[in-house]
T-cell receptor, first 108, second 115 residues
Framework: GQNIDQPTEMTATEGAIVQINCTYQ??????LFWYQQHAGEAPTFLSY????GLEEKGRFSSFLSRSKGYSYLLLKELQMKDSASYLC?????????FGAGTILRVKS | DAMVIQNPRYQVTQFGKPVTLSCSQT?????MYWYQQKSSQAPKLLFH???????NEADTPDNFQSRRPNTSFCFLDIRSPGLGDAAMYLC??????????????FGPGTRLLVL
């Protein structure tokens, strides 16, 4: 397997910033997706990184370091609706390999 | 709106009774995927079609089959469901595979319960 490692759960307060880390194996790696999945629903696309560095998209940003096999998703100005599972999904060839997800709980 | 549709949203079947899940798309995407996702686990790719070219994952049990009669529709057939096959089944689509960076768009999923 590609040994995708991301924390199982995180808790943060409404309005705060949270960073969700992900590490993966670099062999055969193309790029990395982040998906958001609310309980009982389908994953929805958040971001894709192929180059090193930070990609910012509104309240969400995603960072990639290809040499380190490391990515993070940064969520700013947290809202209650951000409570969900966040799936790290590196791409190998033309396939995504999903991590088990990080359950983020936003509390008021 | 262009979308990926899965029917039914919930499916109950009996142990050993064949069941078919369906997926349709209006995105006109070449690639369609089937994933199995068990509670608190990662979606696991079962197989995918690139146009009519079927690609099975090495560890997908023989119990799982798929059909893609045309671009828009794809079916997942479970020939003899076991209790361990209870899961959410997710269909996804993307444009041309092979170049990397192709976003996959997911349907709402079908939750399968095996009694």
């Amino acid at each position: 397997g590609q040994n995708i490692d991301q924390p199982t759960e995180m808790t943060a307060t409404e309005g705060a910033i949270v960073q969700i880390n992900c590490t993966y194996q670099t062999s055969g790696f193309n790029g990395l997706f982040w998906y958001q999945q609310h309980a009982g629903e389908a994953p929805t696309f958040l971001s894709y990184n192929v180059l090193d560095g930070l990609e910012e998209k509104g309240r969400f940003s995603s960072f990639l370091s290809r040499s380190k096999g490391y990515s993070y998703l940064l969520l700013k100005e947290l809202q209650m609706k951000d409570s969900a599972s966040y799936l790290c999904a590196p791409e190998y060839g033309n396939k995504l390999v999903f991590g088990a997800g990080t359950i983020l709980r936003v509390k008021s | 709106d262009a979308m990926v549709i899965q029917n039914p949203r919930y499916q109950v079947t009996q142990f050993g009774k064949p069941v078919t899940l369906s997926c349709s798309q209006t995105l006109n995407h070449n690639v369609m995927y089937w994933y199995q996702q068990k509670s608190s686990q990662a979606p696991k790719l079962l197989f995918h079609y690139y146009d009519k070219d079927f690609n099975n994952e090495a560890d997908t049990p023989d119990n799982f089959q798929s059909r893609r009669p045309n671009t828009s529709f794809c079916f997942l057939d479970i020939r003899s469901p076991g209790l361990g096959d209870a899961a959410m089944y997710l269909c996804a689509t993307s444009t041309l595979a092979g170049e990397g960076g192709e976003t996959q768009y997911f349907g709402p999923g079908t939750r399968l319960l095996v009694l």
